[in-house]
């Protein structure tokens, strides 16, 4: 069964009729991706760093998994990179959530385009500074803050109707007085078909790496992709 998604993002039409053999087979793969349900796997749900295990546009949430099949601009950074190729146009794009226990997240990103090339760079803060600390039962012994940070930037090529991209991560986190750096990758493909009206993609999304923070790392939640989107309108 497919995963059906009707969304504005803007898709670039599929280009030539003909492909080569290359390109059949990619185009084999992603139309057998289509086929299926949008499908992650993933770490643990005990995976720190959310900045990077939640979408970070509202549009993109509303897609749930199938946003990993779209171009979402520069925000392909965080769902499949490849997809970002797809966009008509240079953007810029700003996001702002709110969520329980005044947990906030904001984005700034933008898209640049040339020719086949797509270049995407952006921000992506996330955090909250009303958790209670307590060593003990009882009271609390007061407030402190906890947040993530991400610099992100993209680069995307596409091909009739075929793209691959990657994009790199560099990663900061603070929890009360303790800080820690580190990065990731993440690189995909995705294809258009049915003159745009289709799409797909796979994606290795978030492989990398965290300095310790106090006593222990955090891991980066790295995930395995594939995703599907039909436009039905």
């Known amino acids: ?50 900045v990077l295990r939640q979408a970070p546009l509202a549009s993109m ?21 490849a997809a970002g190729a797809f966009a008509d146009d240079a953007a810029v794009q700003l996001g702002y959530t709110f969520w329980i226990s005044g947990i906030t997240t904001q984005y700034a990103g933008v898209l640049l385009k040339r020719e086949n090339h797509s270049f995407g760079f952006g921000l992506y803060n996330s955090g909250t500074d009303d958790l209670q600390a307590r060593d003990r ?21 596409r091909w009739r109707n075929l793209a691959v991209g990657g994009a790199l991560h560099v990663l900061r986190e603070e929890v009360f007085q303790y800080r820690a750096s580190g990065y990731s990758l993440s690189a995909g493909i995705a294809g258009q078909f049915a003159s745009g009206r289709v799409s797909s993609g796979l994606s290795l999304e978030h492989a990398g790496r965290m300095e310790a923070l106090d006593l222990s790392r955090t891991d980066v939640p790295t995930q395995l992709r594939m995703a599907a989107a039909v436009r039905l309108a």
Do not use: K
């Not at 039962?137 to 090529?157: I, M």
């Open 61 to 81: 949430l509303s897609a749930s998994e199938a946003h990993g099949a779209v171009s979402n601009g520069a925000a392909s950074a965080y769902s499949n990179p």
């Open 1 to 50: 069964m497919a995963v059906f998604h009707a969304s504005t993002t803007c898709r670039g039409r599929s280009r030539g009729r003909t492909c080569a053999a290359p390109q059949r087979i990619v185009l084999g793969l992603l139309l057998a991706i289509g086929l299926c349900p949008a499908w992650t796997a993933a770490q643990p749900e005990g995976s720190g760093l959310p």
């Open 137 to 157: 039962p009882g009271p609390s012994d007061g407030r402190f803050s906890a947040g993530t940070l991400s610099l992100s930037g993209l680069y995307a090529y």
